[in-house]
């Protein structure tokens, strides 16, 4: 490990006392980590906050064997210290990253393959809103959904940080978005982030208003994080060949679906989630997220829609501000 301006031996990390409410997230003084082969050190500046990290504090997602017990999956920050064979170029960059768990602290380590240079474009704060979101977001709706040009997504929960960027990238591909939201404000702000059609879940029935919207034909991809009872109803909201991806199950585990209808219609039903999968695979998405993305990113054309910024000892306030439901776009904690 090359030593760059580490000075410092520990480090403050926002750690999971036990699993329970925001209150459990306390903070405590650990080694500074070493990066290993393939890894660099970051001084973190920023951390995103994700809805993983909230099921993680409850003892409902917990690390995968070898990752960091500290939650934080994205940060941004200054590489100080590089791991057996990361290239000397690496050293001094300003760069944000995906990582594996450990992003809530002074120092973070990840893959350099899960690292992305920060462009002028873009401040310390939205540098960190962007990783989780950013790959999440790429590897469903685009590897696992297949979307293209001119085709119609149907995204809930339009105001997450996974919705906003969900809009953000389908209409620079050019795609027609339409969102879920649960109050007329979101809808609104859904709207004004470029959602081509925002409806109110809590007031229409979306199934219906696909219907409407669709002039019946229904839409060719659902992006979905709810799960549970709303899955038949997807399944209803789709056009024959349609895709349906899952990347959260808030409502719920289990869904009964007709599985007649799936072989008429000839739907595709898949699903992920980010963190067990492989560094390989994780670079791979880096890669394309390089070349197809980032350039939209240096040109200023996509940023992450930004909604409260944490000091990083206050994150049992930034996740309890995160489970409250009334944020539109991305909660970030700030490294002082």
């Not at 000892?313 to 700030?334: R, T, Y």
């Amino acid at each position: 490990m090359t030593m760059a301006e580490v000075l410092q031996s520990t480090m403050t990390a926002m750690a999971i006392s036990e699993p329970g409410g925001p209150e459990v997230l306390q903070p405590v003084s650990l080694a500074v980590p070493e990066p290993e082969a393939g890894e660099v050190l970051i001084k973190v500046a920023a951390a995103g906050v994700n809805r993983p990290d909230v099921v993680q504090r409850m003892g409902l997602y917990p690390a995968p064997p070898g990752a960091s017990p500290l939650p934080g999956l994205e940060v941004s920050g200054t590489v100080v210290a590089l791991g057996a064979g990361v290239e000397p170029e690496w050293l001094g960059r300003a760069v944000c990253a995906l990582t594996n768990g450990g992003g809530y602290a002074e120092y973070c380590v990840a893959p350099a393959t899960q690292c992305l240079d920060i462009p002028e474009s873009l401040s310390m704060e939205e540098a960190a809103a962007l990783p989780e979101t950013l790959f999440t977001v790429w590897g469903n709706l685009f590897n696992r959904g297949f979307a293209r040009e001119d085709e119609t997504v149907l995204v809930h929960g339009g105001t997450s940080g996974i919705g906003t960027m969900a809009i953000m990238l389908g209409k620079l591909v050019g795609m027609n978005v339409i969102v879920t939201c649960g109050s007329d404000q979101k809808c609104t702000a859904a709207k004004s982030i470029g959602a081509d059609h925002a409806i109110n879940y809590k007031t229409q029935d979306f199934v219906e208003e696909i219907k409407k919207i669709t002039g019946g034909e229904g839409v060719e991809i659902v992006l979905d994080m709810v799960a549970g009872d709303y899955v038949p109803r997807n399944l209803q909201c789709l056009k024959e060949d349609g895709r349906h991806v899952t990347i959260a199950v808030q409502g719920g585990m289990q869904a009964t679906v007709n599985m007649a209808q799936i072989m008429m219609r000839r739907l595709t039903l898949s699903g992920s989630t980010l963190r067990p999968q492989s560094t390989d695979r994780k670079a791979l998405l880096a890669d394309e997220i390089h070349r197809y993305v980032w350039p939209d990113v240096e040109a200023g054309r996509l940023k992450p829609v930004m909604d409260e910024i944490f000091a990083l000892k206050d994150a049992a306030k930034a996740h309890a501000h995160m489970e409250a439901g009334d944020h539109i776009g991305k909660i970030v904690l700030k490294v002082e």
